[in-house]
């Protein structure tokens, strides 16, 4: 078992926690120790909810280690199902009870409880959360269809709209609750209305109404492909397979629910609106360098509108899905790039430091890592933190989505480039905190020569090269835009070495600006 202190995915037992919060009338009973009841941090800290997520603990102790455990999960089991009545309840054990081996699911089999109960069977040390979520679902929605027969299905008569159900957003999820209602939106435009959307908000009896729709949509692979498929096996239901992210994406996939909703081409123009990064704004960003890493769904997303609808140049994709290591491996072969497949984040740096992007689009480890290398970074995918969950409307999908992205993959590359300015206009008199107000013009000469004066010089970048720059080297290696300012550095000092070179200065950088641009 390998321990680190960051995770991109959490045990499988934090997915179905997932599934367990984001819907309506279902409790989790989790055999776990005190140590691994850290839910209400994920969920009321992280998607700043408004309630305590459905789960309840055994919360067994090491005195209780000699005693039956087994009993005290039943008592927990009984007490859970009188305190909150749920319609449904998932049993299941943290990767710590999972040593005990009491079987959660056979010790509910004698309780003899009024409503279904689901047992989980979850390897914490060979699963992630993102697949134990995946399985819950799943499970859930077999145990909710079993034995329904497969509905008849006459044709639709004239005037009626399609129907579709809407699998995968669940809670913790990234901007899934926005997605869910631009997807809406979209759909309603399209003339087809949503039936369920499961798990998020769905109850045990939306999920017994799956089968009644006309097709599937699946907006996260990663969450709802599993039931999908088995709803297509079982009830010969069809489902969308391309995720409407990106102008093209989202193109692509109303063509798919056209045809699938047997649409004509006039009911679709009203999904083709036209995209912001088609403003002459975003032609000078054209060709940049950018570094991506996520899950599948939403790394293999953010690659595509990177290069086809931005104009950027992805020169490293990865992601922690393994269960979709195919996928992305693909892509990155179509690029001629090798995917990197790792959760470990380490990995994921060094990757990062060798390419030296000039934009990371990743998750919020990598906004930490771009943080130290004074990269700009943007998230695109789980695992986020609060600020990830905005108040605003921000969706990652249809045409708002590509907007949302937009604005937001600009504006660090924008903020960077704002920071050279600055700093490179610091010793300006018009520029320091000092300066009087523009409005009064050179009114006041008196103050800017004082203020002058008292002016800090640029400071120059930290030596890392054990005094073999100048400081006048130093010093205009300071005014090259932080984003690209360590590239410029290690250039250098490489340059420097092949031609032999003891001390930098600026000639030798603007020698090796010249031999590298060539």
């Known amino acids: ?40 941090l994920l969920f009321t ?3 700043r909810r408004d309630q305590r997520p459905p789960v309840t603990y055994t919360t067994f102790q090491a005195r209780d280690l000699g005693a039956d455990t087994s009993a005290l999960f039943q008592r927990a089991v009984r007490d859970t199902y009188e305190r909150h009545r749920p319609d449904a309840l998932l049993v299941g054990a943290s990767c710590t009870a999972e040593l005990l081996q009491d ?21 914490s040390y060979q699963r ?11 499970h859930l929605v077999r145990s909710a269809l079993q034995g329904q027969p497969k509905p008849e299905r006459a044709p639709r008569a004239a005037g009626t709209r399609a129907r579709c159900n809407l699998l995968g957003a669940t809670a913790l999820g990234f901007r899934h609750r926005d997605d869910v209602i631009e997807l809406k939106r979209l759909l309603d435009e399209l003339g087809v209305d949503v039936s369920v959307v499961a798990p998020w908000q769905a109850t045990l009896a939306d999920l017994k109404r799956l089968p009644e729709a006309d097709f599937n949509v699946l907006m ?33 996939f109303v063509a798919e629910v056209a045809q699938l909703a047997g649409l004509s081409d006039a009911s679709m123009q009203t999904a083709k609106s036209r995209w ?29 509108i990177a290069r086809d609808e931005m104009g950027f140049e992805v020169v490293g994709l990865g992601t922690y899905s393994r269960e979709f ?21 380490l990995e994921v740096e060094a990757a990062i430091e060798a390419l030296q992007p000039e934009l990371i689009l990743g998750t919020q480890m990598e906004r930490h890592i771009a943080k130290r290398h004074g990269m700009p970074c943007a998230v695109i995918s789980a695992p986020v933190h609060v600020q990830d969950f905005p108040a605003r409307y921000s969706p990652q999908m249809g045409v708002e989505g590509s907007n949302v992205m937009f604005d937001t993959w600009i504006h660090p590359l924008m903020m960077g480039l704002e920071e050279h300015l600055l700093g490179m206009f610091r010793e300006d008199f018009e520029f320091h905190g000092q300066a009087a107000p523009s409005h009064l013009g050179h009114a006041s000469s008196e103050l800017n020569t004082v203020v ?11 030596n890392a090269a054990n005094g073999r720059w100048t400081p006048e080297a130093e010093k205009e290696l300071g005014k090259i835009p932080f984003f690209v300012r360590n590239k410029a550095r290690r250039n250098t000092e490489r340059y420097a070495s092949e031609q032999g070179v003891q001390t930098i200065t600026v000639e030798t950088l603007y020698d090796a600006k010249a031999h590298y641009s060539r």
């Open 452 to 462: 002058l004066d008292k002016v800090a010089p640029v400071e120059p970048v930290a």
């Open 45 to 47: 800290m992280i998607e």
């Open 325 to 345: 290591a195919r996928d992305v491996r693909a892509l990155a072969s179509e690029w001629g790039l090798e995917a990197l497949i790792t959760d470990n984040h």
């Open 103 to 123: 079987d959660p699911g056979g010790l509910c089999q004698n309780l003899n409880l009024p409503v279904p109960v689901v047992a989980l069977e979850l390897p």
């Open 276 to 304: 912001y990064a088609q403003s002459v704004d975003s032609t000078y960003l054209t060709g940049k360098r950018v570094f991506v890493f996520g899950d599948a769904t939403h790394a293999m997303a953010a690659a595509r």
């Open 220 to 252: 996260y692979p990663e969450i709802g492909k599993t039931c999908a498929d088995w709803l297509q096996r079982q009830f010969g239901m069809p489902c969308t397979q391309t995720v409407p992210i990106g102008r093209g994406a989202t193109a692509r």
């Open 128 to 138: 992630k959360e993102n697949w134990g979520a995946s399985e819950t679902f799943y």
């Open 1 to 40: 078992m390998e321990l680190t202190l960051w995770t991109y995915e959490g045990p499988p037992h934090v997915g179905a926690m997932r599934i367990a919060t984001a819907m309506q009338g279902i409790h989790y009973v989790l055999h776990a120790p005190q140590g691994d009841t850290y839910a209400d």
